[in-house]
């Protein structure tokens, strides 16, 4: 018989502020959580930031992709939660965060996705199967 699936890197499943929020709720909130900068440039960015609430870790990768073509640019914004070591291991490698790791971590979490393309915006949950746009 299957166990159950633990959600180990949650602290807890359902807060009220961040994991059980509906997604546009949850990405509000995680712009007033207090977070750690690791990258900050012109077109990528990547933040740890932690729940006010629960204290939960985020990891928060932004990249621009400009259109050359005329029409809007395009945002992608991934976050991704972490443990506490997942997240000060990141912390660690300052502006040298791994990517891959990263992508590694997010292959089997809910992760929480913000795009802004043709003018549209979309936030949703997303299950596993994190990529990261560099660019
Ligand atoms: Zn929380």
């Known amino acids: ?36 900068e690791l990258i900050f440039e012109s077109h990528f960015s990547v933040h740890v930031f932690m729940c006010s609430d629960c204290t939960q870790r985020w ?34 490698q300052r502006n040298e965060v791994s990517m891959n790791k990263v992508e590694e971590l997010g292959q089997s979490r809910r992760w929480l996705q913000r795009d802004y393309c043709n003018g549209e915006i979309r936030v949703r949950w997303m299950d596993g199967d994190l990529r990261i746009l560099e660019v």
């Open 59 to 92: 990891i928060c990768v932004w990249t621009e992709i400009i259109e050359w073509e005329g029409g809007h640019d395009s945002l992608y914004t991934s976050i991704l939660p972490v443990t506490d070591p997942e997240a000060e291991e990141l912390i660690a």
């Open 1 to 36: 018989m299957d166990e159950p699936k633990k959600i180990h890197y949650l602290k807890i499943e359902d807060c009220s502020r961040c994991t059980g929020a509906d997604p546009k709720q949850m990405y509000e909130a995680l712009l007033n959580f207090s977070g750690v």
